[in-house]
T-cell receptor
Framework: AQKITQTQPGMFVQEKEAVTLDCTYDTSDQSYGLFWYKQPSSGEMIFLIYQGSYDEQNATEGRYSLNFQKARKSANLVISASQLGDSAMYFCAMREGGDSGGGADGLTFGKGTHLIIQP | GAGVSQSPSNKVTEKGKDVELRCDPISGHTALYWYRQSLGQGLEFLIYFQGNSAPDKSGLPSDRFSAERTGGSVSTLTIQRTQQEDSAVYLC??????????????FGPGTRLLVL
């Protein structure tokens, strides 16, 4: 079973509209972290936002917010007032473990959503 | 430099040759990660270092892949006897430490490897 599922391979959105990118995850750990990264056509992975499994409030970073529903194991990214520069691949990722000081492993990524903002 | 740097940015090699990819993490970051991004497999985690130590090498695709890190800074990923399926973008990331799940990993621009 996939650990990170992004069900939207591609999305077209009008400029200035809000966008929600879906992400569901699968883990049996109680402690985990969820990340969203943006990858423009240049190829570099850009960190956007983080949500911890124990965080009670949804994370926000500027125009980005995370709609975290722990019971449903979903962590959707919301981009408000989309801009042309938001056109890119968006990846949801999870990191499990690391609470006991034993070290945490690398990120597990979803397959991504290709977001295109239209003028 | 300010961010993670990787070299070379592009590498074309012939099947069967060895290649070395280099990663220079953000200054002060003790944890370093290698990933591979390919069309067929998406983004795969390969290996991480905390300091010079790599606790788990099971993510490396085969025994042709090896990685080392010396001096707690620069890391090299070596692929021996390259195969065409090794063609991918190899991404390196670093974070302050690997002990906490919330540590953000910052990525370099990647090395695009093409094996002919």
């Amino acid at each position: 079973a996939q650990k990170i599922t992004q069900t939207q391979p591609g999305m077209f959105v009008q400029e200035k509209e809000a966008v929600t990118l879906d992400c569901t995850y699968d883990t049996s750990d109680q402690s985990y972290g969820l990340f969203w990264y943006k990858q423009p056509s240049s190829g570099e992975m850009i960190f956007l936002i983080y949500q911890g499994s124990y965080d009670e409030q949804n994370a926000t970073e500027g125009r980005y917010s995370l709609n975290f529903q722990k019971a449903r194991k979903s962590a959707n990214l919301v981009i408000s007032a989309s801009q042309l520069g938001d056109s890119a691949m968006y990846f949801c990722a999870m990191r499990e473990g690391g609470d006991s000081g034993g070290g945490a492993d690398g990120l597990t990524f979803g397959k991504g959503t290709h977001l295109i903002i239209q003028p | 430099g300010a961010g993670v740097s990787q070299s070379p940015s592009n590498k074309v090699t012939e099947k069967g040759k060895d290649v070395e990819l280099r990663c220079d993490p953000i200054s002060g970051h003790t944890a370093l990660y290698w990933y591979r991004q390919s069309l067929g497999q998406g983004l795969e985690f390969l290996i991480y270092f905390q300091g010079n130590s790599a606790p788990d090498k099971s993510g490396l695709p085969s025994d042709r892949f090896s990685a080392e890190r010396t001096g707690g800074s620069v890391s090299t990923l070596t692929i021996q006897r390259t195969q065409q399926e090794d063609s991918a973008v190899y991404l390196c990331a670093s974070s302050l430490a690997s002990y906490a799940r919330q540590e953000t990993q910052y990525f370099g621009p990647g090395t695009r490897l093409l094996v002919l």
